[in-house]
């Protein structure tokens, strides 16, 4: 047997065991490492993975200061270079402005829409529901009882107070009055006959031809039939009325409604329904509805004169009319702690309509020179009520201030402001105290008054006839403010 000179020799056996089977050689070079387990490779797949994403972010934070440096237009040594080569007035104001946008160095102006806080005459409403109610309203019956002949209105007509609705057979009434037209006549011819009579007694009584007693029943005859006759004119009277219940007329001016009863039909005075509805409409009232709390300020400034009151359709669009409170009525709704008022206006277009709803807007009084602004400036928080306010240097600020009342889109400011500030309307909700801001002017001509003055910070402050836009660093309307800036980043560049 030929033995390799690098292999080792066989193992001895002893004699009668089976020898073992030979090891066969690996096939694998010694200088190799070992394989990695599949669990270690794994690991190191996540540890790479992991480095890869702090490079990335590193890279990306690097880039970005970098980016933030060069649109600021400054480096740090220029920065300090310029601040020292100013006046010491400026150089305060600018370290000023450098402490307050040191926070965050890659801050960019947040577009806000600004107006400035007046004072203007405000009126004070108060608003309630209400609805519109005819101010007479008569259902038209029958008065006597017949066959309704016909009817002499249209339905939805404007007619005037006596004029002729309809018409009952007029016949029966006609007959009775005729019959009592000839017993008044019977009546005073036998008063004439028993009044000559008379006359014959008494002669014949002086002559002593009689007795008294005959004089006396003459006399007692004419004053019946006198009595008689009265009957008669009073049964006359009556026939007449019959007669006049048979031609129907409207009470009142008004418009009438839908016809209840057709011609033909036999109605009687003690009928439920009517023949129509008449309505009044011009002028016509409102009633509505106001918290009881309202009470003292409405008897208060009632007792010094009439009060105006406004309608409109039910959502405000449109006003309807205008007129003037009439009634304060006489006691509160328990269920709802509400008074209930009644207002009389003028209605010849009849643009108001009984059981119409509607929202009565009473004027009660006029606030003299309030300071007033639009009612999306104000903000609420924890604290209460609070409006942005825009400086000079333009960054905002965070003013609490307290809320007399709202009119409309108005706020009536009680305290916390002044005339002339420049407060935000638009764009709060990405505001912060300290804030930089890019400020654009509201012209407040349509809605709210007079636009900003001219030389408001909040218009840029720049010299006449320049435009809000104009502006020595180039920045957006109402910008900066007017002079050049105190620090390069209290300049706003143009609104993101």
């Known amino acids: 047997m030929t033995m390799s000179p690098t292999s080792p020799p066989p193992p001895r056996v002893p004699p009668g065991r089976t020898p073992p089977p030979p090891v066969r050689a690996s096939s694998a070079r010694e200088d190799e490492p070992p394989p990695v387990p599949r669990r270690g490779r794994g690991r190191l797949i996540a540890a790479g993975i992991g480095l890869g994403a702090v490079a990335v972010v590193a890279a990306w934070w690097l880039v970005r200061r970098g980016h933030g440096d060069a649109s600021d237009g400054t480096t740090p040594g220029a920065t300090a270079a310029g601040s020292a080569a100013r006046s010491p007035a400026t150089a305060g104001t600018s370290a000023a402005a450098g402490a307050g946008a040191a926070g965050n160095p890659n801050e960019r102006p947040v577009s806000v829409l600004v107006t400035a806080v007046r004072r203007e005459d405000v009126p004070i409403f108060l608003e309630g529901i209400g609805s519109v109610t005819a101010l007479k309203t008569v259902t038209v019956k029958t008065q006597v009882d017949g066959r309704l002949d016909r009817v002499d209105f249209r339905e939805g007509q404007a007619v005037r107070a006596g004029a002729l609705l309809a018409q009952i057979d007029p016949r029966p009434f006609t007959i009775l009055r005729h ?50 006759i009265q009957a008669d004119q009073a049964q006359l009277e009556q026939a007449n009325l019959q007669l006049d219940y048979a031609h129907i007329r409207s009470p009142i001016d ?106 009565a807007r009473l004027l009660l009084s006029v606030r003299k020179q309030a300071l007033v602004v639009p009612a999306a400036t104000i903000q609420r928080g924890p604290q209460g009520t609070f409006v942005y306010l825009v400086d000079q240097a333009q960054r905002a600020s965070v003013r609490p201030v307290k809320v007399d009342s709202l009119e409309g889109e108005t706020a009536v400011i009680g305290r916390g402001l002044a005339a002339g500030d420049s407060v935000v309307i638009e764009g709060q909700t990405q505001l912060r105290p300290g804030a930089r801001v890019a400020a654009r002017s509201q012209d407040l001509g349509s809605e709210h008054g007079p636009a900003l003055a001219p030389d408001h910070p909040a218009r840029g402050g720049g010299a006449p006839g320049r435009r809000p836009g104009d502006g020595p660093s180039g920045a957006g309307a109402g910008g900066a403010a007017s002079g050049p800036p105190a620090h390069p980043r209290s300049a706003p560049t143009s609104a993101p």
Do not use: C
């Open 179 to 228: 019959q009592a037209e000839a017993a008044l006549a019977r009546d005073r011819a036998t008063l004439q006959s028993n009044r000559l009579n008379l006359e014959r007694y008494v002669a014949v009584r002086k002559e002593n031809l009689i007795a008294q007693q005959q004089v006396d029943d003459q006399r007692a005859a004419v004053a019946q039939l006198e009595a008689a």
């Open 254 to 359: 008004g418009v009438t409604g839908v016809r209840l009863v057709d011609p033909g039909n036999v109605v009687h005075a003690a009928d439920p329904g009517g023949l129509v509805v008449v309505a009044q409409l011009d002028p016509v009232a409102v009633l509505f509805t106001l918290p009881q709390d309202d009470l003292p300020r409405i008897a208060a400034e009632m007792s010094k004169g009439p009060l105006r009151v406004d309608v409109s359709t039910r959502d405000g669009g449109a006003l309807l009319g205008s007129g003037s409170l009439e009634l304060i009525d006489n006691q509160i709704n328990q269920t709802t702690a509400s008074i209930r008022l009644k207002a009389i206006l003028p209605n010849p277009g009849r643009t108001l309509w009984p059981n119409q709803f509607v929202k």
